[in-house]
């Protein structure tokens, strides 16, 4: 049985989008998040959250295997209430040991008889890109008729961004894990889901994202993190940020992130970097 995580870790995420929506806000005709101020794209948290368990999914963690379950998701393809959900576990042991979502980012049970609410470990920011971006208003036609017989067909309407490259920060708590029972098995699960669950939004909507840097920072010293890692990264280009279209147009400047790292080195056990070959960096990021 893997061992329940013991020391802190810092988490660094970056994807890139190509001319689609990273994550449309339904309450504005589902367009991308677009801070006004700043320019930049926000995503949320949630979306990132549920790239990781739509991943888990298709690696067995789907409820047709004993004790390995995703909480939060439909049961035969169409959503369910809480109580409803309550029925696949029988108790807070279960309900932590079944649902490796619950172990990573916590949950809440309120059905009667079964009431617990868990914080999880696993805590990310709200995503944006490092850059402003250009945003798109596309018109087309549907694939159907306006109505039974007539030859005028429907119209659709969407929006999307030209390109984009979202950054996520997040820290993994091992206070939280004690409680959440989160295990090393669980933590690479996560990474893996982060990497290639991005890799595989095929999905109309979301086909175009790729990801470009996974940075995990391990720490020794209890209760310590660095903290502020996006804002330690820009980027280099000669095109102004909203004429970004691909990964190639810009290098990643990361002396700020080293210089980080080396002056917190004394509390940094370990450090892992996964990279995407056709990101270039200003600096390798420093692993020792």
Known sequence: ???????????????????????????DANRPRIDEESGKCLV????????????????GYDGTNPGK????????DKPVTGPKRAEA???????????????????????KGKSFNLTGPVQFGMGVSLHKV???FIKGTGAFATSEGAEQRTFREEYNITY???????????????????????????????WNGT???????????????????DYHTPNYFIGDLLERLSLLSDKAEEAFEDVTDFTLDTAALNAALDKHREHINNITVWQDERLLLSQPIKTQ
Do not use: W
């Open 199 to 217: 890799k595989n939004l095929l999905t109309r909507s979301k086909k175009g994202h790729l990801p470009r840097l996974l940075v995990k920072i």
């Open 1 to 27: 049985m893997s061992a329940i995580v013991t020391q802190r870790s810092e988490l660094l995420f970056l994807y890139d989008v190509k001319r689609c929506n990273p994550n449309g806000d339904p309450m």
């Open 164 to 194: 984009g490259l979202i950054g996520f920060q997040g820290v993994i708590n091992e206070n939280a894990a004690k409680h959440t029972q989160l295990t090393q098995t669980d933590v690479d699960e996560l990474l893996d889901a982060l």
């Open 89 to 111: 576990y029988a108790d807070k042991k279960e309900f932590i040991s079944k649902f490796i979502d619950v172990r990573l980012f916590g949950g809440v049970s309120a059905a």
């Open 69 to 76: 379950d995703i909480f939060i998701r439909d049961v035969d």
């Open 44 to 59: 949320t948290d949630v979306r990132l959250k549920r790239t990781v368990r739509d991943y888990l999914m298709t690696k």
């Open 134 to 136: 250009k945003e798109n």
